[in-house]
């Protein structure tokens, strides 16, 4: 308890001063984010933005291979990629591949917690991403990936806060699992919340960050229902750092109010299966 209660002082001290290299939010991801979000996005400049990276470009033709997009036949470009997926779920594939570098440690405790956090974080944003497909939300499935997908960034920021204390020699060699993990739960919420805000990213976002854990929340804000049913589906088939198999989904809140069945949420545990191509 007394090293927990050390070691969430420190980071919290860290947050404070901005002590510590913030992980980065990709600006090719970015640029390609905000002309999504437009009304008209241009296909030719999102093409020309993917292209101009040659490894980005080498991983979203292997992600729109992959058998979780299961295609009739093979792409071999990117503005074939774009024509077949459409530049939502691209551009949704470009802010995986992106993102996916900050989730690495050159020590080994950190950086397999860091593994089981990635691999829960693209199980969350694909799962969000599929309620709301099949929820006829097709509007919000975009934004549902990436409130999944970022949902738990404050965990990967505390995990890198530790990490510059190991290299830096502040403390000597990472705390135990057990302790990571509590630090983790009992901040990364609000320090989700302010990472996302120095990257800029819109609010409804950031909101999911620190909301996701709330007993009772909002109703009316979907991408947070999506975000908080798809997080407990991953949880329940032990998708990253928790595994609660006792969980019974169509029970929740969140899956009444999206009416949505045994079923429907057996399908969903099916898909994010599927997911696991993601996990590096």
């Given at each position: 308890?007394?090293?927990?209660?050390?070691?969430?002082?420190?980071?919290?001290?860290?947050?404070?001063?901005?002590?510590?290299?913030?992980?980065?939010?990709?600006?090719?991801?970015?640029?390609?984010?905000?002309?999504?979000?437009?009304?008209?996005?241009?296909?030719?400049?999102?093409?020309?933005?993917?292209?101009?990276?040659?490894?980005?470009?080498?991983?979203?033709?292997?992600?729109?291979?992959?058998?979780?997009?299961?295609?009739?036949?093979?792409v071999n470009t990117?503005?074939?990629?774009?024509?077949?997926?459409?530049?939502?779920?691209?551009?949704?594939?470009?802010?995986?591949?992106?993102?996916?570098?900050?989730?690495q440690s050159k020590?080994?405790?950190?950086?397999?917690?860091?593994?089981?956090?990635?691999?829960?974080?693209?199980?969350?944003?694909?799962?969000?991403?599929?309620?709301?497909?099949?929820?006829?939300?097709?509007?919000?499935?975009?934004?549902?990936?990436?409130?999944?997908?970022?949902?738990?960034?404050?965990?990967?920021?505390?995990?890198?806060?530790?990490?510059?204390?190991?290299?830096?020699?502040?403390?000597?060699?990472?705390?135990?699992?057990?302790?990571?993990?509590?630090?983790?739960?009992?901040?990364?919420?609000?320090?989700?919340?302010?990472?996302?805000?120095?990257?800029?990213?819109?609010?409804?976002?950031?909101?999911?960050?620190?909301?996701?854990?709330?007993?009772?929340?909002?109703?009316?804000?979907?991408?947070?229902?999506?975000?908080?049913?798809?997080?407990?589906?991953?949880?329940?088939?032990?998708?990253?750092?928790?595994?609660?198999?006792?969980?019974?989904?169509?029970?929740?809140?969140?899956?009444?109010?999206?009416?949505?069945?045994?079923?429907?949420?057996?399908?969903?545990?099916?898909?994010?299966?599927?997911?696991?191509?993601?996990?590096?």
């Amino acid at each position: 308890m007394e090293a927990q209660s050390s070691l969430v002082g420190m980071i919290e001290n860290y947050a404070t001063k901005g002590s510590i290299k913030l992980p980065s939010f990709n600006a090719t991801a970015l640029r390609i984010q905000k002309e999504v979000a437009k009304e008209d996005p241009d296909s030719r400049l999102i093409e020309r933005l993917i292209v101009s990276d040659q490894s980005l470009t080498g991983e979203v033709l292997r992600v729109s291979n992959s058998s979780f997009y299961k295609g009739l036949a093979q792409v071999n470009t990117i503005r074939d990629s774009l024509i077949r997926l459409g530049t939502k779920e691209v551009s949704n594939i470009v802010t995986l591949v992106a993102l996916q570098h900050n989730f690495q440690s050159k020590i080994p405790l950190i950086n397999q917690i860091m593994k089981k956090l990635w691999r829960h974080s693209v199980g969350c944003g694909m799962g969000a991403n599929w309620i709301a497909k099949e929820t006829h939300l097709e509007a919000i499935a975009h934004q549902s990936f990436i409130a999944g997908l970022l949902h738990d960034v404050g965990k990967l920021y505390i995990l890198k806060v530790i990490d510059g204390m190991v290299v830096s020699k502040e403390i000597n060699g990472p705390p135990s699992a057990t302790v990571i993990n509590e630090v983790m739960e009992n901040l990364h919420t609000d320090q989700g919340y302010s990472l996302m805000q120095r990257w800029n990213l819109p609010e409804e976002y950031s909101l999911v960050a620190r909301d996701h854990h709330l007993p009772a929340v909002d109703a009316n804000n979907l991408v947070l229902i999506l975000v908080r049913l798809s997080n407990q589906t991953c949880h329940k088939m032990g998708i990253g750092l928790k595994d609660d198999p006792s969980l019974v989904l169509h029970a929740t809140p969140e899956a009444s109010q999206l009416q949505l069945s045994e079923v429907d949420l057996a399908r969903l545990e099916v898909r994010l299966e599927d997911s696991h191509v993601f996990s590096g």
